[in-house]
């Protein structure tokens, strides 16, 4: 029987935007010796003539690893989010921030591939594409993005920034287990409905051999906590140019909606304003997360420009999951979306 969570969520993923937005302690400030280290780690890593992917023996991170140890507990098990700041981009390419990156990311877990072209180090820009082209993914444009999970259920998504927007392009985080409060709170009759698999297009991206589309739920749950797999709801549309019959229900299309609505109540959400250098890293099944749209500067070489990573956990460190997430998963473990011969 599928587990429905049906009393108030009161665990440290529960939390309003509202009153953590001035709170300092879902900010983490390296230290200076923190940084040396990562400088001496990527001094390293390039005498070695290291490409990614490289494993973390030629990142050498010993004092850094404590604090990356605390960002894996709070990302699985506390609030969900962090952000890392104080690397200065003046001191760095965008080869060297590649490296720093990846080698950060290897310290927190596996990097699997996040699309058929089989990038394990993602780059999120505009590559002129429209969310209205329904084989294309979210990061390869500039439009507003629903609130929403990333595409597996991988158990960290992590981001650094490059480069941010001549305008617009906030990174906004919402608590998943508060927005279900909310549900339960004010719609408890369209509660069910966002534990129903719905339909979801893969984009182009499904596996060699399967359906180019997935079944999911929005929300799940195990032992007690939900998993959330909310979904932009263009993904969610785009799956009817396979057969009408795919297309969600009145009462499925209302309940998605009603979470986006839920999501972008001010008070709700978590603004973080990305400065040059930050990591963001943040748990993708107890956090969704929205963008601004944005507008880029004319010069091509200063285009809006985030690293992305999708991170997999070992299995004593993960968020229990449903099995309704089981099949999904499977996914991560094997590597991630298997790459296309011909992407």
């Known amino acids: 029987m599928t587990e429905i969570i049906r009393d108030e969520i009161t665990t440290a993923d529960a939390w309003m935007g509202a009153e953590i937005q001035h709170q300092t302690d879902w900010t983490?400030?390296?230290?200076?010796?923190?940084?040396?280290?990562?400088?001496?780690?990527?001094?390293t890593a390039k005498a070695a003539g290291a490409t990614i992917p490289f494993s973390k023996n030629l990142f050498p991170l010993p004092t850094v690893q404590k604090r990356l140890d605390k960002a894996i507990q709070e990302i699985s098990h506390g609030r969900g989010c962090v952000m890392?700041?104080?690397?200065?981009?003046?001191?760095?390419?965008?080869?060297?921030?590649e490296l720093i990156y990846w080698g950060i990311g290897i310290h927190l877990g596996t990097p699997v591939s996040q699309n058929k072209r089989g990038h394990l180090l993602g780059h999120v820009t505009d590559e002129g594409k429209d969310l209205s082209d329904p084989d294309a993914r979210a990061y390869q444009t500039r439009n507003k993005l629903d609130f929403h999970c990333d595409q597996l259920p991988v158990d960290i998504l992590g981001l650094m920034c490059l480069r941010g927007a001549k305008i617009g392009?906030?990174?906004?985080?919402?608590?998943?287990?508060?927005?279900?409060?909310?549900?339960?709170?004010?719609?408890?009759?369209?509660?069910?409905?966002?534990?129903?698999?719905?339909?979801?297009?893969?984009?182009?991206?499904?596996?060699?051999?399967?359906?180019?589309?997935?079944?999911?739920?929005?929300?799940?749950?195990?032992?007690?906590?939900?998993?959330?797999?909310?979904?932009?709801?263009?993904?969610?549309?785009?799956?009817?140019?396979?057969?009408?019959?795919?297309?969600?229900?009145?009462?499925?299309?209302?309940?998605?909606?009603?979470?986006?609505?839920?999501?972008?109540?001010?008070?709700?959400?978590?603004?973080?304003?990305?400065?040059?250098?930050?990591?963001?890293?943040?748990?993708?099944?107890?956090?969704?997360?929205?963008?601004?749209?944005?507008?880029?500067?004319?010069?091509?070489?200063?285009?809006?420009?985030?690293?992305?990573?999708?991170?997999?956990?070992?299995?004593?460190?993960r968020r229990p999951l449903s099995p309704l997430l089981d099949h999904r998963y499977d996914y991560v473990k094997i590597g991630g979306i298997p790459k296309h011969a011909n992407a």
Not at 84 to 97: H, M, P, T, Y
């Open 84 to 97: 890392v700041r104080g690397l200065s981009r003046d001191n760095f390419s965008d080869e060297d921030c």
């Open 169 to 317: 392009g906030a990174s906004y985080l919402v608590s998943a287990p508060m927005v279900h409060n909310v549900v339960l709170r004010e719609r408890p009759d369209l509660l069910e409905y966002l534990y129903q698999p719905l339909h979801i297009d893969w984009r182009g991206d499904q596996p060699p051999g399967e359906q180019p589309w997935y079944d999911v739920p929005m929300f799940s749950a195990k032992d007690g906590r939900i998993s959330a797999r909310v979904t932009s709801r263009a993904f969610i549309e785009s799956v009817v140019r396979y057969g009408d019959e795919l297309a969600i229900n009145e009462k499925q299309r209302e309940a998605v909606d009603v979470v986006q609505e839920i999501a972008n109540r001010p008070e709700m959400r978590l603004s973080m304003e990305f400065q040059e250098g930050d990591f963001q890293f943040i748990s993708n099944h107890s956090i969704m997360h929205a963008r601004e749209a944005y507008e880029d500067f004319d010069d091509p070489a200063l285009k809006r420009h985030l690293l992305r990573m999708w991170i997999g956990l070992p299995d004593h460190l």
């Open 28 to 43: 983490w400030h390296l230290t200076g010796a923190e940084i040396e280290e990562i400088e001496a780690a990527l001094h």
